[in-house]
Structures are given as C-alpha cells and as structure tokens.
C-alpha cells in the first residue's frame, strides 16, 4: 500500500511537473517569441518604408520625363482616361482582378481635397506624401483606392498588369495584411504615385478573408483628358 502511495505521489509530481513547464512555454515563451516576431517585423516594415522614400524620390523627375515626352510626341491622350468613363474602367479593373483570381473592392474619390496630417501618421508617410503630391507630372486624374483578396501571387500579378495597364497610372501605396500580422509598405513601381480617401465604392463589396489569403490595399492615380 505504502509503495502504491509512493507511486501515485510521483505520478501526481511528474504531471505537476509537466503542467508548470507547459504553462511556461504556453503563457512566457509563446508571447515572448511572438513580441519578439512583432517587433523584428516593425523593423522590417520601417526599412521597407526608408527604401520607399528614396525609391518615390528617385523615381519622381524619371515619371515626369515620361509624362513630358509622351505629352510632346501627341501620343499621351491615347493612354489618359476619359473621366466621363470611370464606371468602364471600373468594370476592365474587375475583369482583371477576376482573371488573376483576386477578389475586389473600388473606390473612387473625384472632388479630393489635401489631406490633413494626423498624429497617428509617421514622419516617413508624411514625407511621402507632401512630396509625391507636390511633383505629380499633371493635376489631372481620377484617384482609386482597389482593395485585394487573394493570395500573394495572384495580388503581385494582378499589380504586374496594372503596372502595364492601358491608362496612364500611378501607384503610390501598397499594404498588404494578413489574417494575423500586419505587413504594410509604401512602395513604388514605374506607375506609382499617390491616392486619398474614396467616396464612390464599386459594386462589389469587402469580402473577410479566407483562410491564407491576404488582403492588399493599393493607392492609384489615373491620369485624365
């Protein structure tokens, strides 16, 4: 009897045991590494926003050449949107998302005014900002706010066509999400400058995510006649 108490008492030690280093690593070291992931992604992010910065920079007297020179040779109205035709372009945008298998969300702003500052925007995206909307090649464009649901090849392909899109454009922003953490990133190609706010949303509603997808938010400026 005695060696059977002796037993079960090890037993009820070694499970004690296993219970506090379990709740150890579940409730210490889980949060711990995820902090840890957090903040080594926060570095990541304000590099890649650094690297933006200088990008957008760079970039801004090359688009403007571009926009000089197609406006000389008399070919830029074949590649300017006809404002009046935003819901057709609307529609060539949705064909596109659906071809590349991403879920879509438009929205439209016409009448823009300059943004306000707030306090909860960096340095870095300010800085972005003031400088791409001071240096857009023309005054004239349609801004759009095209918001993504898909998988991270279908949404870099579906930027990829845009990038060689019909109309004259330009893309300032890019944030990309996941179901969990958050990747966000400014970032620029030989189409991008700047959007705002929307006011006028496409037919197609937003969409929750699907399990591994990610959801991409894209700043664009179509240029008009």
């Known amino acids: 009897m005695k060696n059977f108490l002796h037993k079960q008492r090890e037993i009820i030690a070694i499970l004690a045991y296993v219970a506090v280093v379990v709740g150890i690593i579940y409730f210490a070291i889980f949060p711990l590494l995820g902090r840890i992931s957090n903040i080594n992604d926060e570095i990541q992010q304000e590099a890649m926003k650094q690297e933006s910065v200088k990008l957008h920079i760079e970039q801004l007297p090359k688009i403007q050449k571009q926009y000089e020179a197609l406006q000389a040779s008399g070919d830029l109205m074949d590649v300017l949107l006809n404002k009046d035709k935003a819901v057709v372009l609307i529609e060539r945008l949705e064909k596109l998302a659906d071809s590349t298998g991403n879920e879509i969300t438009i929205a439209v702003q016409q009448d823009t005014a300059p943004i306000k500052k707030t306090q909860t925007k960096t340095a870095t995206t300010a800085a972005v900002e003031d400088t791409l909307v001071a240096n857009l090649p023309s005054t004239d464009y349609l801004e759009m706010k095209i918001s993504l649901n898909g998988s991270y090849n279908s949404i870099i392909e579906f930027i990829d066509l845009l990038e060689k899109f019909e109309y004259y454009a330009d893309i300032i ?19 991008g400058m700047f959007s705002r706010s929307s006011s006028v949303a496409s037919k197609q509603s937003e969409t929750p995510l699907k399990k591994g997808e990610l959801a991409a938010s894209l700043g664009v400026v179509f240029y008009t006649n």
Not at 177 to 191: D, F, G, L, Q, R
């Open 173 to 191: 922003e890019i944030k990309i999400n996941k179901e969990e953490a958050n990747a966000s990133t400014a970032n620029s190609a030989t189409v």
